[in-house]
């Protein structure tokens, strides 16, 4: 039946594809979440009253962040092809596509970190301090378990978008499912790949949301 | 134990410089509980913070433990905190642990071995009183148990001082009286300085052993509780006085006597320690020929001995009433003839 439903689906590449999305989602959100959860720490630490209050620190990282979030993610790759080669080797490929991915969603997931670490009680950071303890074990043992259920759901939010930048990173041939809707289906006006690619699009982000929303309740003690 | 020299706190805002605490002077002796008692924006919260360090003063010098905690920081400090301890008024548990791991948190900090570390947390939650609780959550508490799972926790590392931010204001009056029972327990089995703020008289009464009554961060009034009680000096003072002794409702009884009678006297008598105890009203009455009504009365408890007021309006002739007044002066009982409710 489903050869009737999709005649021109050739299985084998929308698997390939639906991995090559899967790869880069994956690889990226796990980066975007150590890197972002820095930024957004630096930026909480830094801001007025805060153990490291800096204006100096919180004025730049704030501004970076800022920039790389207004760059449109296309742009974003083109400008970052110079990184990229220094650091993957290659500027084609699926590899070559997380530098691009990673830079574009860590600031945005920067800025989720410090809501969530703005909204712990005080009083908590302040009892800490009280009872002697060092920055670090504030940082590992008060802000990050306390914020944790805001921390997961914004990266299950980032690692969304995630799948929706890979369709993007097609340009530099990085595959994957947005890719194969655009070339295989749209340009050759073969909807009904489109329609397959959109489907499995779909399940894997139903799929991720499921899984944040479960671990989310799952440490939420609150 | 504890020394305050010289203390001023200047907060820069945008609106110019405030002076949160302003050259004050304190010296609390060890194994006492000293309350400071002030209404909000006194200058307590910063007062107490000073104390661990939390707050560093503009000057002056903090000495708690032989070391000025106005000049220490880094290793230093941390150490020293771990042996000033703190607890409360919104409790500031850690909601992500349980209620053994937010007592074994400090033990952590401490560096103190895995083993050690639950058997510390099981003598604690003994306790205060939490035994079959210790895997429970924050939120799974009520407030008074979140606040006895702060007092395991600031008691942890065996500190010298335990410092108390208005650790019984979010409580209600039951839950308050057991977890002032608490402190008292606490600070009689191990010999700890407690030093506490609040704004509520009936704290200072019931478990403070001297009191320092701070107003625009200044301290206009320290000293031993009951006789701060007895004869309070200061305008804000005789107010927080008042907080125990008369209710509205005696003023109301007061105001209406007054207009009702006017040939009376309304007096108001304040014993002290055994006086308490003794027949002096029917004394007065045999004695002078006066009539005697009995507007308000109520004894409280300090720890160190009960403490009444009775509001009465003596009637009677002239010299009797004057007679009758000489004699409660002389039995060195506080009188105060009240023309004004």
């Not at chain 1, 994956?26 to 490291?52: D, E, K, R, Y």
């Not at chain 2, 410089?17 to 910063?46: M, P, R």
């Not at chain 2, 009689?188 to 107003?215: N, Q």
């Not at chain 2, 004695?287 to 009444?308: A, D, K, L, M």
Request: hydrophobic content about 45%.
């Amino acid at each position: 039946m489903l050869e009737q439903l999709f005649p021109n689906v050739n299985w084998e590449t929308m698997v390939e594809a639906a991995y090559q999305t899967i790869y880069m989602t994956s690889i990226s959100t796990v980066v975007t979440f150590v890197l972002g959860l820095a930024i957004g720490i630096v930026l909480f630490l830094t801001s007025p009253n805060q153990v490291w209050a800096s204006k100096i620190v919180n004025f730049l990282t704030s501004s970076i962040v800022n920039i790389f979030r207004s760059i449109p993610f296309i742009v974003l790759i083109i400008l970052l092809i110079p990184v990229t080669k220094l650091l993957v080797g290659t500027i084609r490929g699926t590899n070559a596509a997380l530098p691009a991915l990673i830079i574009g969603a860590a600031p945005f997931y920067a800025r989720m970190v410090l809501i969530s670490l703005k909204e712990i009680d005080k009083g908590v950071i302040e009892a800490a301090r009280s009872m002697g303890a060092k920055t670090s074990t504030i940082i590992f043992k008060v802000l990050i378990p306390e914020s944790l259920p805001g921390l997961l759901s914004g990266i299950t939010v980032t690692a969304v978008a995630l799948v929706g930048y890979t369709a993007m990173a097609g340009i530099i041939g990085a595959g994957g499912l947005g890719n194969l809707a655009f070339i295989e289906g749209f340009q050759r006006s073969r909807d009904d790949v489109t329609l397959m690619a959109t489907i499995i699009i779909l399940i894997i982000v139903f799929i991720i949301q499921w899984i944040g929303d479960a671990i989310t309740a799952l440490v939420d003690k609150r | 134990m504890i020394q305050l020299n010289n203390i001023t706190k200047v907060y820069k805002t945008k609106n110019g410089e405030f002076t949160a605490v302003n050259d004050v002077n304190l010296s609390i002796n060890k194994g006492e509980i000293f309350g400071i008692i002030g209404y909000s924006g006194a200058g307590k919260s910063t007062m107490i913070r000073l104390l661990n360090g939390l707050e560093k003063p503009t000057t002056g010098s903090v000495i708690v433990n032989g070391e000025d905690i106005a000049v220490i920081s880094g290793s230093k400090l941390r150490a020293a905190r771990q042996k000033i301890s703190m607890i409360f008024q919104h409790f500031n548990l850690l909601w992500s642990r349980t209620v053994e791991e937010n007592i074994a948190f400090p033990l952590e900090i401490a560096g103190i071995p895995k083993g050690e570390r639950a058997k510390r947390v099981d003598e604690l939650i003994e306790l205060v009183g939490l035994s079959g609780r210790g895997k429970a959550y924050p939120s799974q508490l009520s407030g008074g148990q979140k606040q006895r799972v702060g007092i395991a926790r600031a008691l942890a590392n065996n500190p010298e001082v335990l410092l108390c931010d208005e650790a019984t204001s979010a409580l209600d009056p039951e839950t308050t009286e057991s977890i002032l029972e608490l402190l008292l327990d606490i600070n009689k089995r191990l010999g700890l300085t407690i030093v506490l703020i609040t704004h509520e008289m009936h704290v200072i009464r019931k478990i403070c052993h001297r009191v320092a009554v701070m107003e625009a961060g200044k301290v206009v009034e320290q000293g031993a509780v009951l006789s701060v009680f007895q004869s309070p000096q200061a305008e804000i003072t005789k107010k927080f006085v008042s907080q125990i002794s008369d209710s509205n409702e005696t003023k109301e009884s007061i105001e209406q006597i007054l207009s009702n009678y006017p040939t009376g006297k309304i007096v108001r008598l304040t014993f002290i320690g055994q006086k308490t105890e003794q027949p002096i009203m029917s004394q007065l009455i045999k004695q002078f020929n006066v009539e005697v009504n009995i507007v308000h009365g109520t004894i409280s408890h300090t720890t160190s001995g009960p403490y009444g007021t009775l509001i009465v309006q003596i009637d009677g002739e002239k010299e009797n009433v004057e007679a009758a007044l000489n004699m409660l002066a002389q039995h060195e009982i506080q009188t105060e003839v009240i023309e004004h409710a």
